[in-house]
């Protein structure tokens, strides 16, 4: 490092170049000043985040020159909001410290079984007690966007469902409600109907993101078998088991959103086989079994690491900072308790790594 500054110090107009890459930023403190460029708006807020990094505790910053951008192009963290409901306020005070770790994205997993925080206006029925209304979201997207940070919303479906079937089990439920209260009818015309509407409406709630999540995990099918709707949707489009019907409910739902300009997004869930889960749908791999992350990036799939270990900390799950640090990374996926899941799969650094997230 050169010498310490020990004066005050001139920040010259933070600027974009086009030269450089999309997130990639140059950072210059000499005698002339403070000058800072990005390839982006989001490369510059990082830059200067950078620079906040560098005063110490004497509020000295060094004379240096950095150019730098990220590895990964994903770098998430995801909220748990329907287990662990937060306040707006608690929200933006995760947007501020992704902002300061880098993180751009920060995923809402806005429903599951215990509550279903986005308020619909065309399903109004379905938002549960704690909730963000439109204001709520275009306040949190506001504030993210002046930070540098895209959020990325998520309706689990077609389980994880419970939310839906609690508030309107007419329209989302099988006829048997009480062998089955966790997965959506996937043989009604009603169903798909309804989740082409919800997912306008969080298209146009959430404007800056590129995806959507949709869920798409551990789907349970009970009741499945006798639902006289799910037979004849089965039937009519030749779907031959439950599987298929649940891949070919997937396949739908990804195209609503692709419709709605976004990109799809879903869990680790499917396995190989069957009705084809189409390549442009990004992969958010968190467990080993079924389908494993080698497997999907070997197949053609694009994915990011959400791995069990060491960065699924929803249900006060923790690890530690070192383990986290030093022991993963967005090539290495690890399970829980099974040997072998326990032993872990690395992967050679990949394209279709888009890189990480953290959920919690």
Same mark, same amino acid.
């Given at each position: 490092?050169?010498?310490?500054?020990?004066?005050?110090?001139?920040?010259?107009?933070?600027?974009?170049?086009?030269?450089?890459?999309?997130?990639?930023?140059?950072?210059?403190?000499?005698?002339?000043?403070?000058?800072? /460029?990005? !390839?982006?708006?989001?490369?510059?807020?990082?830059?200067?985040?950078?620079?906040?990094?560098?005063?110490?505790?004497?509020?000295?910053? =060094? @004379?240096?020159?950095?150019?730098?951008?990220?590895?990964?192009?994903?770098?998430?963290?995801?909220?748990?909001?329907?287990?662990?409901?937060?306040?707006?306020?608690?929200?933006?005070?995760?947007?501020?410290?992704?902002?300061?770790?880098?993180?751009?994205?920060?995923? $809402?997993?806005?429903?599951?079984?215990? $509550?279903? &925080?986005?308020?619909?206006?065309?399903?109004?029925?379905?938002?549960?007690?704690?909730?963000?209304?439109?204001?709520?979201?275009?306040?949190?997207?506001?504030?993210?966007?002046?930070?540098?940070?895209?959020?990325?919303?998520?309706?689990?479906?077609? !389980?994880?469902?419970?939310?839906?079937?609690?508030?309107?089990?007419?329209?989302? !439920?099988?006829?048997?409600?009480?062998?089955?209260?966790? &997965?959506?009818?996937?043989?009604?015309? /009603?169903?798909?109907?309804?989740?082409?509407?919800?997912?306008?409406?969080?298209?146009?709630? %959430?404007?800056?993101? =590129? @995806?959507?999540?949709?869920?798409?995990?551990?789907?349970?099918?009970?009741?499945? !078998?006798?639902?006289?709707?799910?037979?004849?949707?089965?039937?009519?489009?030749?779907?031959?088991?439950?599987?298929?019907?649940?891949?070919?409910?997937?396949?739908?739902?990804?195209?609503?959103?692709?419709?709605?300009?976004?990109?799809?997004?879903?869990?680790?869930? %499917?396995?190989?086989?069957?009705?084809?889960?189409?390549?442009?749908?990004?992969?958010?791999?968190? &467990?080993?079994?079924?389908?494993?992350?080698?497997?999907?990036?070997?197949?053609?799939?694009?994915?990011?690491?959400?791995?069990?270990?060491?960065?699924?900390?929803?249900?006060?799950?923790?690890?530690?900072?070192?383990?986290?640090?030093?022991?993963?990374?967005?090539?290495?996926?690890?399970?829980?308790?099974? =040997?072998?899941?326990?032993?872990?799969?690395?992967?050679?650094?990949?394209?279709?790594?888009?890189?990480?997230?953290?959920?919690?």
């Amino acid at each position: 490092l050169l010498p310490w500054q020990k004066h005050s110090i001139l920040l010259n107009p933070l600027s974009q170049d086009g030269a450089l890459a999309d997130e990639a930023y140059t950072l210059d403190v000499s005698s002339e000043g403070v000058t800072v /460029e990005g !390839g982006s708006y989001r490369a510059v807020a990082m830059a200067t985040i950078t620079l906040l990094q560098l005063i110490d505790e004497q509020h000295r910053i =060094p @004379y240096i020159a950095i150019k730098d951008a990220p590895k990964n192009e994903y770098r998430g963290l995801m909220l748990d909001l329907s287990r662990a409901w937060h306040s707006v306020e608690t929200i933006k005070q995760v947007i501020t410290l992704a902002r300061w770790y880098k993180i751009n994205y920060l995923h $809402l997993h806005l429903t599951d079984d215990a $509550l279903f &925080t986005f308020k619909s206006n065309a399903f109004p029925k379905l938002a549960s007690e704690q909730h963000y209304s439109s204001e709520d979201l275009k306040e949190l997207n506001a504030f993210a966007r002046a930070r540098g940070i895209t959020l990325i919303p998520e309706i689990d479906v077609p !389980g994880h469902s419970s939310g839906f079937i609690r508030a309107m089990p007419e329209l989302f !439920g099988i006829h048997d409600i009480r062998a089955n209260s966790f &997965t959506l009818n996937m043989g009604k015309e /009603e169903v798909y109907s309804a989740l082409d509407t919800l997912f306008d409406e969080l298209a146009e709630a %959430f404007p800056d993101a =590129p @995806y959507i999540h949709v869920g798409g995990d551990e789907v349970f099918a009970g009741g499945f !078998g006798d639902d006289p709707d799910i037979q004849a949707y089965m039937r009519k489009h030749n779907i031959e088991n439950l599987d298929d019907l649940y891949k070919q409910f997937l396949v739908r739902v990804s195209d609503m959103v692709k419709r709605k300009g976004k990109k799809a997004m879903i869990w680790t869930g %499917f396995q190989p086989g069957g009705v084809e889960i189409p390549k442009d749908i990004v992969i958010m791999a968190w &467990t080993l079994s079924g389908y494993p992350p080698d497997e999907l990036i070997r197949d053609g799939y694009t994915v990011i690491n959400a791995s069990w270990q060491p960065v699924y900390v929803v249900n006060n799950r923790k690890w530690s900072p070192e383990t986290i640090y030093t022991k993963w990374s967005s090539h290495i996926w690890k399970g829980e308790a099974d =040997p072998v899941e326990a032993k872990g799969i690395e992967v050679e650094e990949s394209t279709q790594v888009l890189g990480g997230s953290m959920s919690s």
